[in-house]
């Protein structure tokens, strides 16, 4: 039997053909499979469920939404016929299967039954299956079936794929016994496989759909209610586990999570146009994505939509202001507003004065805060408990009240006015701005809490005069967040995905837990890339600030994007930036292309080098330190070399030529701090002693290289003039 065959360099980003395992079918590495009767039929199966596609489309098209009984039943009625048409659009660039599963007769459900596995649901026209969504209980064999474990598969198959045509195939025997036919390695990684790993792309991440591992798909199966925390290493597809993850809980809650939500939390707005179109791809239009100062940011606009974030803090001041001491801060300066006047209440009604003392006021008051409401409920209880204890002295006096006169009396201005001075409305801007702005509200505040050093870190040297002329911060838009939770609960939603957790403050994952606190969560991140200052050190601590300690942590340590030997090169840093984490290793049979290169000097070598990476095939990421992005566009230009800038203000003064946008063209620049998450087939990465240099502390700064080094499938190329950070040791 011929040699397995992967397909061809494909360019397309969505055209993902395979999975995983040994192979038996195909011909030579070079080509496509040579026509045969097996892959005839499989083209015309594939032939035969467009068809099928495009018939499920026009019955979807030919629904009448007039059919529905009133007009808010027809908008709701075009709007799923809308949602359902997408959902079945056909792009014939991106197969509609990638895989084929054949059963055994012994298996319960299947029954010898053959079921091609793909993206969406496809079935014929008496509703037999052509394509099952990968998703379906019937696909998990899968990305989990092996020759020790056959899951009742006899054959597992994977497809080849160019531009959508199908290519090539491989077939795994499971249910013969590993190293049984010559050449056959048991559970050596799938020729088609590797292929599509490493099939060079231009653009925005795509879906790893066809290319899921069984530890990766444990993740992704996880159940709605179980919150997972995956600790990955560069290149072992934590980002696209917890995107698949969203989608996977979609497809099996779908009408809990379509009125719950899902919520996707990225670190920049670079990173979310980057996996913008990872969901879409997989059918699903539901989800959110934000970052966490889209997410923060929101809340301010709904209190006022004049404030808004526009300032920055320095880096101990932010580290201060997300250190978790805060929240308690907050909830003392909330809670004080509460205070009970030297007077009781007073309340004129016909010929009689009701009147209820200042400690029986202490009482309700006491009773309002053990119940554990929040403020503004809390808030609006009040005038109903003063009613109803005047309610009570009418009653000892011989009348006879009802719950209507209890109503009257609370909504009285008397008892209104009096509700007010005891338990104020708050506006949380205000109550953060009077804490950084006021040393002794602050104080009182902080006692015991936050040292008087801290407290002058944390005071405003020039106060502004109200909350919508001040120059809020992100970390200051946090604490907002958190006041605005003490005084009105945040709704929950049914399930958070919080990529590049690491790097998130105490505060800001407090943040992101209040967006899950009835619901799951999925964390993503690596200890090793935490470049903030404020950075978490402890997955344990990460999960009790988001609020989910009793969340299971995974760890990725088995690199498919990453080549061996770049990963090995920058894993010399990771005895400093995290001692105790295990090294990453690489799957990959090809050992990739790293070149180290000391220049005398950098802008005529970058500019040389940019004109080699972009006559190869397949994406370029220049990744420079922040501060000379500005000389190397220069030099990008001068040398005609067509680019893209990530981020909108990178750093310096750069009036960047129209080149295009950033993932739409095979040629960006990368600033050091946007690197995170991205991957580009082939990286250059200028000056690592200058990226270690733009951060706060050294340690921060090799975490930020750690990053850098990390984002090439294909290879990289490092250039420098000064001397290399003595950490990576020779070249």
Known sequence: MPAPTPPTTDPDPLSAPTASGPSTASDSRSGSQEATPDL??????LADSRTALARMRDRTAALDSAAA????????????????MKALADDPTVPLFFGRLDYDEAHEDARGERFYIGRRHVSDEVGDPLVVDWRARISLPFYRASPRQPMGVRLRRRFGFQHGEMTAFEDEDLLRAPGERPGEAGDEFSVILEAEIERPRVGPMRDIVATIQPEQDVIVRAALEESVCVQGAPGTGKTAVGLHRAAF??????????????????????FLRYIGDVLPALGEIDAQQTTIEGLVGATLRRLNAKYVVRGADAADVATLKGDERMAQVIARALWSQVQVPAEGLVLPRGARRWRVATYEVEEIVAELRSRGVRYGAARAMLPQRLAHRILTKMEDAGDSPDDRVQDAVARTREVKRYADAVWPAVDPARLVLGLLADPGVLARAADGLLSAEEQATLRWAKPPKAPTSARWSLADAVLIDEA????????????VVADEAQDLSPMMLRAVGRRCSTGSTTVLGDLAQATTPWATRSWTDALRHLGKPDAHVEQL?????????????????????APGLQPPTSVRRARGELSVTRVPGLVAATAAAARTAADQVGSVGLITPDARVAEVVAALREAGIAHAVLGEEPAGPVDVEAGGVEF????????????????????????PAGIVAGEPDRVTGLRRLYVCLTRAVTSLVVLHTEPLPEELGTP
């Open 40 to 45: 005839d039929a499989e083209r015309r199966h």
């Open 69 to 84: 009984g009133d007009w808010v039943s027809q908008q709701f009625l075009e709007s799923a016929i809308l949602r359902r």
């Open 664 to 687: 739409d063209v095979p040629f960006d620049v990368v600033p050091a701090s946007l690197a995170k998450g991205l991957e580009f087939d082939h990286v250059l990465l200028l000056e």
């Open 557 to 577: 340590t088995q690199g498919f994007r990453v080549p061996g030997e770049v990963i090995e090169y920058a894993a010399r840093l990771l005895p400093t930036i």
């Open 484 to 495: 605005q939770d003490l005084v009105e609960r945040t709704p929950s939603l049914g399930h």
């Open 249 to 270: 809980l979609l497809y099996s809650h779908r009408e809990q999570l379509s009125r719950q939500g899902v919520l996707v939390v990225g670190p920049n707005a670079s």
